[in-house]
């Protein structure tokens, strides 16, 4: 079994950062692309942001580049989220995710092709 748990989430205002961290339990971290996402009340979930197994290879959404940073410490098997100049719309619970080992594909931004998620961290920006 695989557990994913994030933190770091909290209510800051517009123009604040946050830093997300997830730490995933098993073995073989550096081999598994780890991806965010987000879900706004009322919406469907979101790629925000992943990082590939191979090279730490990064993608992000349009919305977020230039102002997020994922990054990963295979040591610590744990992928963080660095969230600068937040905006409202920016709120939403966030979570991590585990894509498959070794992937070669390029559904990284869609949530099937991700195997293991964990429970979220909100995350809320006032204007």
């Known amino acids: 079994q695989v557990l994913l748990v994030e933190s770091g989430g909290g209510l800051v205002q517009a123009g604040g950062s946050l830093r997300l961290s997830c730490a995933a339990s098993?073995?073989?971290?550096?081999?598994?692309?780890m991806g965010w996402f987000r879900q706004a009340p009322g919406k469907e979930r979101e790629f925000v942001a992943v990082i590939r197994w191979s090279g730490a290879r990064t993608y992000y959404a349009d919305s977020v580049k230039g102002r997020f940073t994922i990054s990963r410490d295979n040591a610590k098997n744990t992928v963080y989220l660095q969230m600068n100049s937040l905006k409202p719309e920016d709120t939403a619970n966030y979570y991590c995710a585990r894509g498959p080992q070794f992937s070669s594909g390029s559904g990284w931004s869609d949530p099937l092709s991700y195997n293991y998620w964990g429970q979220g961290t909100q995350v809320t920006v006032s204007s």
């Open positions: 098993g073995r073989s971290f550096s081999s598994y692309d």
